[in-house]
């Protein structure tokens, strides 16, 4: 028998095991630094354990990359585990794209990959049916899964005119509810075969624990759906786009996988994990959190610039494969005081960086001298963020009522998904031109 970690019970006899895994954020930055190594060592780890632990199907529940257009590296990646994990046979992919992937990006490659045992799925089909994958076949079916991608604003309501912000959230939710519901329909008659099903999703769900690595993924945030949402038919709902692993809405069985890496300072203290889940008998057995070893840790020094040199000298984080990052917060910061080369020279001998230095009351360095590098990141991170720019100047605004403040949050949010969809198209559309012509 294999050996597994303490934390994981054997895999019960006759049961079908799944791995639940969502936002990996491939090519993803922190600042001007990579997270390549980090990735990498998640997906050696990831490998090891699904050999180790007899998985039978893989779930990823979205954003595998951290942007519709990755860089090249981070593709290497995505497709060297593909071909490492798929290559042995024994274990069936299911992918689902998340808000930032681009569906057709993921999508191009489906033919090749469904024949190596892996399942893409990048925008909703228009008929439910298409959208359930057997695993691992019809002809003996052990699970099905329902693969619901992240859902655009297309798949869910037609835009009219002079709605209000409350009107467009009902929609949203409305349209979430019914795709849902017809794909539970669609898989009944599986049930009703005692077939267990696991639904997908990429989505928020209200009262979950956010963080400030995600982006909001409908307009004005108005998307978020309660845990109510999802059918009885379902055993399990896999989700992704919130990165801290968690039960959604206090339903056991709906669960965020979270992200295998912190993305963001705000994920500091999160303990990462996937899911190790257990059918039998037509339903879920059993469910478990395989904790994840982090090679880089990640901290947030929040302090006083007169308390500077002495938190230094007495932070001491536990040593990993990688040196730790810090974001340095200082409480009281003096405009064009070069605190960043100060904090470079008192920590140049230490066993962790730092990589951020900031004014508490700032979304950025407010105000205070940086490095050139460190500048550009800063600046790097609020254009990739517009929302937070917009939500700050807003709040400049003290004559504007509510109504009009949520008016225009709304009209902001609209503007941002239309460029961010002419933005995927057009990267898109470059690929496509540029791909290689072969004549015979």
């Known amino acids: 028998m294999p050996s597994h970690p303490p934390a994981i019970k054997n895999k019960p006899a006759g049961a079908y095991r799944v791995l639940h895994t969502a936002d990996w954020h491939l090519g993803k930055m922190l600042g001007e630094h990579s997270r390549e190594v980090e990735h990498t060592r998640f ?32 593709v290497a990646q995505y497709y060297d585990f593909l071909s490492a994990l798929l290559r042995p046979g024994g274990c069936a992919v299911v992918i ?5 992937d681009s569906p057709a990006h993921l999508e191009a490659p489906r033919q090749i990959l469904r024949a190596l045992g892996a399942q893409v799925i990048g925008t909703m089909p228009a008929e439910a049916t298409k959208a359930l994958i057997v695993l691992p076949d019809a002809t003996a079916p052990r699970l099905v899964v329902a693969a619901v991608p992240f859902l655009r604003d297309r798949d869910l309501r037609l835009g009219q005119s002079g709605q209000s912000a409350v009107e467009i959230q009902h929609s949203l939710v409305a349209g979430i509810q019914r795709r849902y519901d017809e794909v539970a329909a669609a898989a009944q008659a599986w049930k009703d075969r005692g077939v267990p099903v696991l639904a997908t999703g990429h989505l928020t769900v209200v009262g979950s624990k956010t963080s400030e690595s995600e982006r909001e993924i409908h307009v004005g945030g108005l998307g978020a759906v309660g845990a109510a949402c999802f059918s009885p038919v379902f055993d399990y709902v896999a989700l992704g786009h919130l990165h801290c692993p968690q039960a959604a809405g206090g339903r ?20 990462k994990a996937v899911r190790i889940l257990d059918f039998a008998e037509g339903r879920l057995v059993q469910q478990t959190a395989l904790e994840l070893p982090l090679v880089r840790r990640l901290f947030q020094i929040i302090t006083q610039r007169h308390l500077l040199e002495g938190v230094l000298a007495a932070f001491a984080p536990v040593v990993t494969e990688l040196p730790a990052w810090v974001e340095l917060v200082i409480e009281d910061p003096v405009a064009g005081e070069n605190v960043f080369d100060r904090v470079q020279e008192l920590t140049a001998d230490r066993t962790f960086q730092v990589v951020r230095v900031v004014g508490k009351h700032g979304p950025g360095p407010a105000g205070l001298a940086v490095s050139d590098a460190a500048d550009v990141a800063g600046i790097t991170d609020l254009l990739a963020e517009p929302a937070k720019v917009f939500a700050h100047r807003l709040e400049e605004e003290t004559g504007l009522t509510e109504p009009e403040r949520t008016g225009l949050t709304m009209v902001f949010r609209e503007l941002l998904e239309l460029h961010t969809e002419q933005a995927r198209t057009a990267a898109e559309s470059g690929r496509t031109k540029n791909r290689p012509v072969v004549k015979a």
């Open 43 to 74: 997906l050696e780890f990831l490998l090891r354990q699904i050999k180790q632990l007899e998985v039978d199907a893989l779930v990823i529940a979205g954003d595998v990359f951290d942007s519709a257009n990755p860089p090249q590296s981070a």
């Open 252 to 271: 056991e069985i709906v669960r965020y996988a979270g992200s295998p890496i912190p993305l963001s300072f705000s994920e500091a203290t999160d303990i």
């Open 96 to 100: 689902v794209a998340g808000n930032h």
